[in-house]
């Protein structure tokens, strides 16, 4: 499927294209139709991905990586958010998870729980015990463009996917100003 620059094909043909983790949650909770193109890996970060491969902002999700601690507690969540969005993590976000203190995660903590590269990061095959928070203007999307795991390839996926994912609370958490 020709989509923007990029050919996206089946990722059951492409399994080289995604980090172990996506690749094992994909089969795992037999996901359908989740297409996967190679792209230049100097140009994964968002903005400079839509303009080298002509994608609007506007269906490219970046999924990041949260710290949250309460008390002697310190867990992991992740939201998804549209690239044109940026996502209320002190306030919304922080809230829904019951946290006291919440920042994003180190980009070492977040890689090595992950097991995904930095600005690869995907909400398909993170731990199955994190919370996955995703932005309720991404569901009203057909289809979106979401990180693979690696910096090497970008997924295509209908928006429909992430209720299939365990742990997910669709909530409207764009920041307001």
């Given at each position: 499927?020709?989509?923007?620059?990029?050919?996206?094909?089946?990722?059951?043909?492409?399994?080289?294209?995604?980090?172990?983790?996506?690749?094992?949650?994909?089969?795992?909770?037999?996901?359908?139709?989740?297409?996967?193109?190679?792209?230049?890996?100097?140009?994964?970060?968002?903005?400079?991905?839509?303009?080298?491969?002509?994608?609007?902002?506007?269906?490219?999700?970046?999924?990041?990586v949260v710290e949250a601690k309460r008390a002697?507690?310190?867990?992991?969540?992740?939201?998804?958010?549209?690239?044109?969005?940026?996502?209320?993590?002190?306030?919304?976000?922080?809230?829904?998870?019951?946290?006291?203190?919440?920042?994003?995660?180190?980009?070492?903590?977040?890689?090595?729980?992950?097991?995904?590269e930095y600005g690869g990061i995907t909400p398909i095959?993170?731990?199955?015990?994190?919370?996955?928070?995703?932005?309720?203007?991404?569901?009203?999307?057909?289809?979106?463009?979401?990180?693979?795991?690696?910096?090497?390839?970008?997924?295509?996926?209908?928006?429909?996917?992430?209720?299939?994912?365990?742990?997910?609370?669709?909530?409207?958490?764009?920041?307001?100003?």
């Open positions: 499927m020709k989509f923007g620059k990029l050919d996206f094909a089946d990722v059951s043909q492409h399994s080289n294209l995604v980090a172990a983790p996506t690749d094992e949650a994909i089969k795992q909770h037999d996901l359908s139709d989740v297409l996967v193109a190679e792209i230049d890996a100097e140009v994964a970060d968002t903005a400079a991905f839509c303009e080298a491969y002509d994608i609007g902002m506007d269906i490219s999700a970046n999924c990041v002697d507690k310190t867990w992991y969540a992740a939201c998804l958010i549209l690239a044109t969005n940026r996502a209320d993590i002190n306030g919304v976000v922080r809230r829904h998870l019951d946290a006291r203190k919440i920042s994003f995660a180190p980009m070492d903590t977040a890689t090595s729980l992950t097991k995904m095959g993170l731990p199955e015990d994190w919370q996955l928070i995703v932005d309720e203007a991404i569901i009203q999307k057909e289809r979106v463009i979401i990180g693979s795991g690696i910096r090497g390839s970008k997924l295509l996926v209908e928006s429909s996917i992430f209720s299939k994912l365990p742990n997910v609370a669709i909530k409207d958490i764009a920041k307001t100003s």
